[in-house]
């Protein structure tokens, strides 16, 4: 639950990199059916499927232009969703499911004044620290943007080489991940410790949507079975505990820190039956489906949001590897 977000701040804005050769918004949003995307692969074809996975509710996480294990999930997923071969590669037939979706992926943006507002901040390191202020904020304007468009700092940096992301008027290319349709009705919940995501499904079973999340550890196993979903509670504060951490340092006391985006559970969580378990989000969505947690199932912010928008008190939730 806590994970390693207290060791240090997130991403802050810093000298932009140049675009890598290619990644412009005429190659991004051009690349398709001659361009298969597969393991290992980065660029504009790669990009423009991460943008087009996430629109369709199977996200590849925190987009990078890059292809790795969360991306493979998120193809895979798709697939099998719309009864393709499910092979991981974004192939002549699944950029056909993509591309009903026909929006451009790259857009134009202007930041504004609510954008740049703040306050922006460095965040302290330790649980003590933390605890003294009163919100866990945004340390950038940079990351504060890479939360809205679901996207790395790093990549929106390339994406705008010499732009300055506090300014407001300031024009941005960015990745365009409002979905085109509304999210179908969701009956259940499943979080799948073997490929690490939580899917949700209709009442016929079919899955409507898939994330990428961390679920447990050797040290705190995912707890499997059927739970059930008590509720969500938005911006909440974290109630630190060092008894339920077997990480805790041994001079640790008990301490609640604020609500905020860098919170250890992000901005949102949903509570389980399950005693001191629930899903929610984390101030380090580039680390989802690649580190483990403390028990809990952590989700990148965005995810965990559009999750908590369909979940119902008494829907069953599913925990399995």
């Not at 002549?92 to 993509?98: C, Q």
């Not at 005693?275 to 995810?303: L, V």
Request: negative net charge; hydrophobic residues 45%.
């Amino acid at each position: 639950m806590l994970a390693a977000a207290l060791a240090g701040s997130a991403a802050q804005a810093a000298t932009p990199s140049p675009a890598p050769v290619g990644l412009t918004a005429d190659s991004v949003n051009d690349a398709a059916l001659l361009s298969p995307v597969k393991a290992g692969d980065k660029g504009a074809a790669t990009l423009r499927a991460q943008i087009l996975l996430e629109r369709a509710r199977f996200s590849p996480g925190e987009i990078d232009a890059a292809y790795g294990s969360n991306m493979h999930q998120a193809i895979a997923g798709f697939q099998a969703s719309r009864g393709l071969e499910v092979n991981g590669n974004v192939d002549a037939a699944t950029w056909v499911a993509l591309d009903s979706d026909s929006a451009p992926v790259l857009v134009a943006v202007t930041l504004t004044a609510e954008d740049v507002a703040g306050p922006f901040r460095p965040l302290p390191a330790g649980v003590p620290a933390r605890a003294k202020l009163d919100t866990l904020g945004y340390v950038s304007p940079l990351e504060s943007l890479g939360e809205k468009f679901h996207a790395s700092p790093a990549l929106l940096k390339q994406l705008n080489p010499g732009k300055d992301f506090g300014l407001a008027g300031e024009q941005l290319l960015v990745p365009g991940v409002e979905a085109s349709l509304p999210m179908p009705a969701v009956a259940k919940l499943v979080v799948d410790k073997s490929d690490d995501t939580v899917s949700l499904l209709d009442a016929a079973g079919k899955v409507v949507a898939q994330y990428p999340a961390s679920s447990g550890s050797a040290h705190d196993p995912l707890p499997l079975g059927d739970w059930k979903i008590k509720g969500v509670a938005r911006h909440p504060t974290f109630h630190y505990n060092p008894k339920l951490f077997w990480d805790a340092k041994a001079a640790d006391a008990k301490a609640t820190l604020p609500a905020g985006p860098n919170n250890p559970v992000g901005v949102v969580w949903i509570d389980l039956s399950k005693e001191h378990y629930g899903i929610h989000g984390t101030p380090e969505p580039s680390k989802i489906g690649k580190t483990q947690s403390h028990g809990c199932i952590r989700m990148t912010n965005w995810s965990a949001r559009a999750v908590s928008e369909v979940v119902k008190p008494g829907m069953i939730a599913t925990l399995q590897e």
